[in-house]
């Protein structure tokens, strides 16, 4: 894609029946765009990933579930304006991007637990779970993360985050990358606010030299509530 405005002014919801991904490679989304540039994706709308099925599938059995949005080896990207909701797994996953900007948006990760119990009950039966905490699920035990990027020049700014998990992950770059030198480098994550999350995080940097790497990330202005 090239040169591409995507507007969702609506609800968009997305298919919680698996047989609709039965030929899904791991690590891809619902909603995914590769190779593209100046793309832009706004609007007024919720994108819904409808995310509990996917959590008791993962809870149960284990379960290949798709990210809700994927960039991958992407120039010039802005997202605005939307909100997501209920990813099966990660919200929005950049990888080996570069040049840009997310504002304005919210991620929302709903904490009706009692319903994901229910769902447990139907599935393994009314007294399977036999009264024992230990084996009731956590919403924040699956992965919601809320922006994981991985590339080079990144902004994301005025955000509202309440996912149960990493609110913003940076990842290191990759010796495969295309965009961003193999290090993920020069982002500014500012003006955040979020509830329910685990903070603002850097993933793991292996040790040595010329390897996958995180450099130059400047996180300010993050206000977290009952983290």
């Not at 399977?128 to 590339?151: F, K, R, Y």
């Not at 450099?215 to 977290?224: E, K, Y």
Request: hydrophobic residues 40%; glycine residues 8%; negative net charge.
């Amino acid at each position: 894609l090239k040169d591409v405005k995507l507007e969702i002014n609506s609800r968009l919801v997305l298919s919680n029946n698996f047989t609709d991904y039965s030929d899904f490679t791991p690590g891809n989304a619902a909603i995914q765009f590769s190779e593209g540039r100046n793309v832009t994706l706004f609007g007024t709308g919720t994108v819904d990933g409808q995310g509990f099925v996917w959590w008791v599938a993962q809870i149960l059995n284990g379960a290949n579930r798709p990210h809700l949005v994927r960039f991958h080896q992407c120039l010039d990207i802005i997202i605005y304006g939307l909100s997501f909701l209920n990813s099966p797994k990660f919200h929005i996953k950049l990888d080996d991007v570069a040049h840009v900007h997310i504002h304005d948006i919210s991620i929302f990760v709903d904490d009706r637990v009692e319903e994901i119990h229910e769902m447990l009950r139907v599935k393994r039966g009314v007294n399977a779970l036999g009264g024992i905490v230990s084996e009731i699920p956590q919403i924040w035990d699956l992965n919601t993360d809320g922006i994981d990027p991985n590339g080079k020049d990144v902004l994301i700014e005025n955000i509202y985050i309440q996912n149960y998990d990493d609110g913003v992950a940076v990842k290191p770059g990759s010796s495969s990358d295309k965009f961003n030198g193999a290090c993920s480098q020069d982002m500014l994550i500012r003006n955040i606010s979020t509830h329910f999350t685990v903070g603002m995080t850097i993933g793991s940097v292996p040790t040595g030299t010329n390897v996958p790497c995180v450099r130059n990330i400047t996180f300010t202005d993050v206000s977290m509530y009952q983290p």
